[in-house]
C-alpha cells in the first residue's frame, strides 16, 4: 500500500518552531518531486514549498519565504519542513504530497499535478 504519512505538528507559541516530517511507505520517493500545503478552515488548500525528486531544486510561496525551509533525506524515505518564526495565521492542517518524475517548475502548487497525498497533520499557532 503506497502511504505518505505526516508526523511533527503540535500546538506552538507565536515565533517558535515546528519541523514537520512526511514519511514514504510502499513506494521510493527517490523518483517524486514532494510538495508541502496547507488549509485552514474555510480556506482552499494552499501549495507552501516544493523540492524537486533529487533535493537540487526547490520552490516556495512568497508567503513562507524567507520563514519554511523544505529539504529531503531520501535514504530515509523522508521529507522534512522546517517552519520557524511561526505565526497564528500559520495555523493550518498541513499535508504533503509527490508527484514523479517532478521539477518543481511552474504549476508545481496545483493540485491536480500530485498522484499521492498525506491525510495531513493540525499546526496551531496560539499563545
Known amino acids: 500500500q503506497l502511504q505518505l504519512v505526516e508526523s511533527g505538528g503540535g500546538l506552538v507559541q507565536p515565533g517558535g518552531s515546528l519541523r514537520l516530517s512526511c514519511a514514504a511507505s510502499g513506494f521510493s520517493l527517490d523518483y517524486y518531486a514532494i510538495g508541502w500545503f496547507r488549509q485552514a478552515p474555510g480556506k482552499e488548500r494552499e501549495g507552501l514549498s516544493c523540492?524537486?525528486?533529487?533535493?537540487?531544486?526547490?520552490n516556495d510561496a512568497d508567503s513562507v519565504k524567507g520563514r519554511f525551509s523544505i529539504s529531503r533525506d531520501n535514504a530515509k524515505n523522508t521529507v522534512y519542513l522546517q517552519m520557524n518564526s511561526l505565526k497564528p495565521e500559520d495555523t493550518a492542517i498541513y499535508y504533503c504530497?509527490?508527484?514523479?518524475?517532478?521539477?518543481?517548475?511552474?504549476?508545481?502548487?496545483?493540485?491536480?499535478?500530485?498522484?499521492?497525498w498525506g491525510q495531513g497533520t493540525q499546526v496551531t499557532v496560539s499563545s
Open positions: 504530497a509527490a508527484y514523479r518524475n517532478g521539477l518543481c517548475g511552474g504549476g508545481w502548487s496545483l493540485i491536480r499535478v500530485y498522484d499521492y
Open positions: 523540492i524537486s525528486s533529487s533535493g537540487g531544486f526547490t
